[in-house]
């Protein structure tokens, strides 16, 4: 049974810093693993998708990076801002069911 | 291009009544999935169907709980009757044809039950 831990499960960063988010999952067979963002009462934004056969993909100032055979992806976020305050999930999926972590809980502060 | 689409976001209830979700999947896309979110729980997925079938409703927490796929622009999830640790976050997700699999979500249905 896959298990998805996200380390550290809160963070808080004055603005500017460059950020590194952790987040291991125990069963290497994945198809992908997709980095979503939440803000409260809201629903999930897709950040980032990893297809099994990629190693990094990078939008803007994040860039995730995929290890499989570690079982690792980090989610990196350079010069943080405010607004990038939310709670952001790691899922690696199999065939067609996402696993999801409980989350890292950031706060940047202006 | 409109994103997923979930009414109610916001339903409170008395214990005992039938509660309908609804959700429109984003044009084209052919798979989704509904998925609960509770703080002790966090995201866990209740049902997955592919071209209107359902595949695999495993994570159905109990017969309370049933799940429709009419047609590929619309679902419903319903639990009658509901209890109060049904309360939670419930989000519909749908995934398109193209083989990349990237989840895109709605913003959720909230409902409490009293």
């Known amino acids: 049974k896959q298990e998805v831990t996200q380390i550290p499960a809160a963070l808080s960063v004055p603005e500017g810093e460059n950020l590194v988010l952790n987040c291991s999952f125990t069963?290497?067979?994945?198809?992908?693993l997709q980095w979503f963002r939440q803000d409260p009462g809201k629903g999930l934004t897709s950040l980032l998708l990893?297809?099994?056969?990629?190693r990094e993909q990078t939008s803007g100032r994040l860039n995730a990076s995929l290890d499989k055979s570690s079982g690792r992806s980090t989610l990196y976020i350079a010069a943080s801002q405010p607004g990038d305050s939310a709670t952001y999930l790691c899922?690696?999926?199999?065939?067609?069911?996402?696993?999801f972590g409980t989350g890292t809980r950031l706060k940047v502060l202006a | 291009d409109a994103g997923v689409i979930q009414s109610p976001r916001h339903e409170v209830t008395e214990m005992g009544q039938e509660v309908t979700l609804r959700c429109k999947p984003i044009?084209?896309?052919?798979?989704l999935f509904w998925y609960r979110q509770t703080m002790m729980r966090g995201l866990e997925l209740l049902i997955y169907f592919n071209n209107n079938v359902p595949i695999d409703d495993s994570g159905m927490p109990e017969d309370r709980f049933s799940a429709k796929m009419p047609n590929a622009s619309f679902s419903t999830l319903k639990i009658q009757p509901s209890e109060p640790r049904d309360s939670a976050v419930y989000f519909c997700?749908?995934?398109?044809?193209?083989?990349?699999?990237?989840?895109?979500f709605g913003e959720g249905s909230r409902l409490t039950v009293l």
């Open positions: 044009s084209g896309h052919n798979s």
């Open positions: 990893i297809q099994s056969s990629q």
């Open positions: 069963d290497s067979a994945i198809y992908n």
């Open positions: 997700a749908s995934w398109g044809t193209s083989g990349r699999r990237e989840l895109f």
């Open positions: 899922a690696p999926s199999g065939t067609y069911k996402y696993i």
